[in-house]
């Protein structure tokens, strides 16, 4: 069983930054892991956000976010992080992380029903 928990949300004016974590306990991941973000807009179905290959450090970005959200990972502490700078209001959202203990590159990352874990979520609000 993996237990994921993710910290860092809050109330953020537009513009300004905020890092999200999220911590992984429970077993040691595979080479094949892949950590995803994913979030949550009221009223909208679930989106991949971005997403970070255990071993290699690769890393994927939906487009809305690419140059203003930075992944990355500590596989010392079994963490991921999910810089996010220069955020706007339509950011709002509850932010999941979640695992997919084995990711061969055969399907997409942003494809949620292969990710195996799933975080509780943290609520980022972006005022405008």
């Known amino acids: 069983q993996v237990q994921l928990v993710e910290s860092g949300g809050g109330l953020v004016q537009a513009g300004g930054s905020l890092r999200l974590s999220c911590a992984a306990s429970?077993?040691?991941?595979?080479?094949?892991?892949?950590m995803g973000w994913f979030r949550q807009a009221p009223g909208k179905e679930r989106e991949f956000v971005a997403a970070?290959?255990?071993?290699?450090?690769?890393?994927y970005y939906r487009d809305s976010v690419k140059g203003r959200f930075t992944i990355s990972g500590d596989n010392a502490k079994n963490t991921i992080y999910l810089q996010m700078n220069s955020l706007k209001p339509e950011d709002t959202a509850v932010y999941y992380c979640?695992?997919?203990?084995?990711?061969?590159?055969?399907?997409?990352?942003?494809?949620?029903?292969?990710?195996?874990?799933w975080g509780q979520g943290t609520q980022v609000t972006v005022s405008s």
């Open positions: 429970g077993r040691t991941f595979s080479r094949y892991a892949l």
């Open positions: 970070i290959h255990w071993s290699t450090g690769g890393t």
């Open positions: 979640a695992v997919d203990l084995y990711y061969y590159e055969t399907y997409s990352p942003e494809s949620q029903d292969k990710y195996d874990y």
